[in-house]
């Protein structure tokens, strides 16, 4: 199982890090972005007090979940998390992914990725699970490219939604 403790996970250009208090408008800003909201399911500006006590919730809340801050040279570039895990700490779904908007384009959110995923192995995780919108082509690119492969598809408020996973023991 995973703990919270603080150890270096980092690609020598992007950090990750445990999210805190102090990060809270910042998330909030990246995940309430219209170019970011309307890639997710819930596409909603919901009130900051909600998203606060989001984050609340989570740090004070004992779980394996891991909610991380990117940061590229000590500045914040994005954030991702794991949560949702099952089968005894072996498959777990990954998401909360946004890098910020003055950030895109520059292999942030691949390094990211990549960190979680490897981070994830290396905590005893075997299948990482995720969803995208089908028409998030930037993405679906990444995550076919570092191994997720699809393994269904739902509707959601008229929506088409792709179910992903990779498995971690093959694309690590
Ligand atoms: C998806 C997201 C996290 C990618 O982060 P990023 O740091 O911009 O991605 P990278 O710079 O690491 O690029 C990853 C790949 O996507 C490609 N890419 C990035 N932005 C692109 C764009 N606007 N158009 C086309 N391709 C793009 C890159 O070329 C790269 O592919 P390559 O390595 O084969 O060249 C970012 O676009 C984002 O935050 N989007 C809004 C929120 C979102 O969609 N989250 C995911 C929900 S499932």
Redesign the pocket.
């Known amino acids: 199982m995973l703990t919270r403790d603080a150890q270096a996970i980092s690609d020598g250009v992007v950090s990750l890090r445990e999210i805190s208090r102090s990060d809270a408008e910042l998330l909030y800003a ?1 995940r309430m ?1 219209p ?3 309307m ?2 399911r819930c596409t909603e500006v919901v009130p900051f007090d909600f998203h606060r006590s989001m984050i609340e919730q989570y740090l004070t809340t004992a779980s394996p979940d891991r909610w991380f801050l990117a940061e590229a040279d000590g500045r914040p ?2 954030t ?1 998390s794991l949560y949702n895990f099952t089968e005894r700490g072996r498959v777990c779904e990954w ?1 909360r ?5 003055e ?11 990549k960190l979680l995923m490897s981070y994830a192995r290396t905590s005893g995780v075997h299948r990482l699970k ?4 089908a028409t ?8 076919r ?1 570092l191994g997720f492969t699809q393994t269904g598809r739902h509707e959601h408020d008229g929506r088409c939604f792709l179910a992903m996973m990779a498995d971690l023991d093959a694309c690590i």
């Open positions: 990246w972005d170019g970011s909201r890639m997710f570039v994005g991702l998401g992914f946004v890098i910020a908007p950030a895109r384009c520059l292999g942030y959110g691949r390094r990211a990725l995720c969803e995208v919108l998030n082509t930037v993405a679906l690119h990444l995550y490219d």
